[in-house]
């Protein structure tokens, strides 16, 4: 080796030795300074571990420290008033505390804290000592020993089950607004910025006919569903159109009307919903009108017909209130008064028409009103032009809501002609009445007066017998009988004249007529030959009537059965048969019959068949006129010389 | 036996009047007749009170005062009133039978038409009234 190989080698390790002290003296340095550091640094750490301890010792959450068998070793204040527990006293397990349903989330958890040495969020139900159970937040995490070797775990626990019960309130309130939205009448689309469907709900599908369930609509594009359909409506493009506008605006539209071609009516709303300042989507509600729409258009075709009714009746129609203030009248009713309606309203009607103590008719109708009672009443009333009017007037309470009664509803019938003719009638009566007496009279005094030349001439006849007894040959004298009988004849027509006009006229009482008696009475009064027997069949009923007629009408005809019968043995059958309202009698006889030609014309004054001294021809006419009055008939039954049936009713 | 009556007659038509005094002859009674054509006659006559009659026979139908409206008169003077009042007519109108009893009559005698029957009527009339007993003012 040269020499300067060893100088260089010796320089070189000279250098080296150099360096290396130099290394050596930083090193010195640097471990001097990393003792100082490490001994700062186990300061620090004991003053922050003692710290540390200190915190979790203070906290307000429970701190919990267990070993890993899960036996609590330490509780701060918190934990042992969150779990009643006093562990210096008593030994407690972290099993005894767990939920029973949380427990096998407590032992994943657990799991996860061996395998991560934390864990966090930790949420369930812990039992205290008094079994009360509450919700806990709970973050833990391993304690290991200087070997990193776990030996413990902490946790700190926090009491929520305050936050957990109000939680569960909110999700139970969310739960009760989903399921409204979900059963809402109304259909709803809650869409957002970009026209997708956010939320909405059952109706909404029923109402177009969507076969899907509301959740499936989620996200579906709002604009390409309307477009879809608008098939659905009676005017699609406007339909669409008009959403169009809507969506443009963003504005709140209420109330708009949808056709459909099913003929349902939709009302569609439109409302933009904004928390703050930020647009949170747009709400489309749909609601099924048809049947309000439909309601409401019979209502009004009803009120229509039932004010075209009131309107064109022919009866005045006026409401008043409780102060008899006029609130409505009627076209029929301007006619009537010949007020116009603005002319009369507000008016007491009962001062603007009653005239001649209707006034007080009204007003006792009026009480009526109060007690809710209807009624009819006529009163005297005067028009706008101050003619009288008779109205006849149909009045009922009208109420309110309350039912309360407020005024009433009467109904005016414009009864004036009916009246008038009614007075007329009366007039006419009384004069009829008065002419009737006179006519009476009149019949009395002709008859005297025609009856007395009668008188005077038969005493003349008798005094030219008595006078000239001797000198009159017998054709004389039976010329002086013929004018005789005469007479006699004539002065039995007027008896029978004055008769027959004496039946209607005198308004004799009418009593209870013994039938039976009176007929009783009558056979043994009246002249009946020999030969002819009269019989009664079944005894006559008792009738109201007057007695001297009744006994005319039998004398009557059973005079004339007398008189006309022709036979050996004669007989006349009385009876008599129960109808409803009368009693029908029944003369029998087996006399000389008449014939069917002349039944009508008997019962005519003046038309006697049979020319005969005692018949005047007026007999029958004045029992046709008696039975009359008493609401009967008589008809007859009759065979030429067999005999006849007189048949007549009485009314009972 | 009988008593001599004397008898107004108030009627209007001379055959009546003929008839009664005929009747009277033919039967041959002492009755004394004092005729009067109408009321207001009759009334005249009247007036002589210390020769009033005992019976008077009143027609009803007369012209002027007729008969109902001389009866009342009659029965408003205190003493005419007191004489027999009979009514002697063809009326045998109800209303009128009735205002004469109603007003007051002694009789109410309907005349017949055969002379026979009237005549035996007035006998009979007047045989009961001649042996009534009568009033004399």
Same mark, same amino acid.
Not at chain 2, 102 to 124: N, Q
């Given at each position: ?83 009643? /527990? ?413 008769? /027959? ?152 | ?137």
């Amino acid at each position: 080796m040269s020499q300067e190989q060893v100088e260089i080698l010796q320089r070189a390790l000279k250098r080296e030795k150099a360096a290396r002290k130099a290394a050596e003296k930083i090193l010195e340095e640097k471990s001097r300074e990393l003792y100082f550091t490490s001994q700062r640094l186990e300061q620090l750490l004991e003053e922050k571990s003692s710290q540390l301890q200190g915190v979790f010792e203070n906290i307000v959450d429970a701190y919990v420290v267990m070993d890993l068998q899960g036996n609590i070793i330490k509780f701060n204040e918190a934990a042992t008033k969150l779990f009643g /527990y006093d562990i210096s006293r008593e030994e407690i397990n972290v099993v005894n505390l767990i939920y029973k349903e949380d427990y096998p989330y407590a032992i994943s958890s657990f799991m996860e804290l061996q395998n991560k040495a934390y864990f966090k969020n930790y949420e369930a139900r812990v039992y205290t000592k008094s079994k009360e159970v509450k919700w806990v937040h709970i973050n833990a995490s391993l304690i290991f020993d200087k070997e990193k070797k776990p030996v413990a775990a902490q946790g700190i626990v926090r009491d929520i089950t305050d936050q957990k019960a109000s939680e569960e309130k909110l999700i139970a309130s969310e739960n009760r607004l989903a399921s409204l939205v979900v059963n809402l009448d109304s259909g709803i689309v809650l869409e957002d910025e970009n026209r997708s469907i956010v939320l909405t709900n059952n109706k909404f599908c029923d109402l177009f006919n969507i076969e899907a369930k509301p959740s499936d609509l989620i996200g579906m594009d709002c604009q390409a569903a309307s477009e879809q359909n608008k098939v659905l409506f009676k005017n699609p493009d406007s339909f669409l159109q008009r959403m169009r506008v809507i969506d443009e605006n963003k504005k709140t539209v209420l109330g708009d009307e949808l056709e459909m071609l099913d003929g349902k009516i939709l009302e569609r709303n439109y409302i933009p919903i904004i928390t703050g300042d930020t647009s949170k989507g747009y709400l489309w509600t749909f609601k099924d009108v048809t049947l309000n729409r439909t309601y409401r258009k019979s209502l009004e075709a009803q009120k229509q017909k039932y004010y075209s009714i009131i309107a064109n009746m022919n009866l005045g129609l006026v409401e008043v209130n409780n102060n008899e203030e006029i609130l409505m009248v009627n076209q029929s009713f301007e006619k009537i008064s010949g007020f116009k309606q603005e002319e009369v309203l507000g008016k007491n009607a009962r001062e603007l028409f009653a005239i001649d103590g209707s006034s007080d008719v009204i007003l006792k109708e009026n009480v009526k009103r109060l007690k809710g009672e209807s009624s009819s009443y006529e009163i005297k009333a005067r028009n706008k032009a101050g003619e009288i009017l008779y109205l006849l007037i149909s009045g009922a309470p009208n109420y309110n809501i309350d039912g309360e009664v407020i005024g009433s509803i009467g109904i005016h019938l414009d009864i004036t002609a009916i009246k008038n003719l009614e007075f007329q009638k009366e007039k006419l009566l009384s004069k009829l009445e008065k002419s009737n007496d006179e006519l009476q009279e009149y019949a009395h005094i002709v008859s005297h007066d025609l009856k007395s030349p009668l008188r005077s001439i038969h005493a003349l006849v008798s005094w030219l017998k008595e006078d000239n007894q001797g000198k009159l040959d017998d054709i004389s004298i039976q010329n002086i009988g013929l004018i005789e009988t005469t007479l006699e004849k004539m002065e039995q027509l007027i008896t029978d004249v004055l008769n /027959y006009s004496s039946v209607g006229a005198e308004t004799s009482l009418k009593t209870e007529v013994d039938l039976n008696s009176l007929v009783n009475e009558l056979v043994s009064i009246l002249y009946i030959p020999d030969h002819i027997e009269i019989k009664s069949l079944n005894t006559l009923p008792n009738i109201i009537g007057d007695r001297t007629k009744l006994q005319q009408v039998f004398q009557n005809l059973i005079s004339n059965s007398v008189k006309f019968i022709d036979k050996e043995h004669g007989s006349i059958i009385i009876d008599v048969e129960d109808l409803k309202s009368h009693y029908k009698f029944s003369i029998k006889d087996n006399g000389i019959g008449i014939e069917k030609k002349y039944h009508d014309k008997i019962f005519k004054i003046f038309h006697s068949l049979k020319k005969s001294k005692d018949s005047s021809g007026i007999g029958l006419s004045i029992v046709k006129k008696i039975i009359n009055l008493h609401e009967g008939e008589i008809w007859l039954d009759s065979e030429p010389n067999v005999g006849s049936t007189f048949y007549f009713t009485l009314k009972k | 036996m009988l008593k001599k009556l004397k008898i107004l007659l108030i009627e209007d038509d001379m055959i009546e009047i003929m008839k009664l005094n005929r009747t009277i002859s033919t039967l041959k009674l002492d009755h004394k007749i004092i005729e009067a054509n109408n009321g207001e006659e009759a009334l005249e006559i009247l007036e002589q009170k210390d020769n009033l009659p005992d019976v008077i026979l009143l027609d009803l139908n007369m012209p002027k005062i007729n008969g109902i409206e001389f009866l009342s008169i009659l029965k408003k003077d205190d003493v005419l009133k007191y004489i027999p009042t009979i009514i002697l007519t063809t009326s045998n109108n109800q209303k009128d039978l009735l205002e004469c009893y109603k007003i007051g009559v002694a009789g109410y005698v309907l005349k017949p038409l055969k002379y026979e029957d009237y005549v035996s009527k007035i006998e009979k009339l007047l045989a009961y009234w001649s042996i009534n007993e009568l009033i004399v003012v």
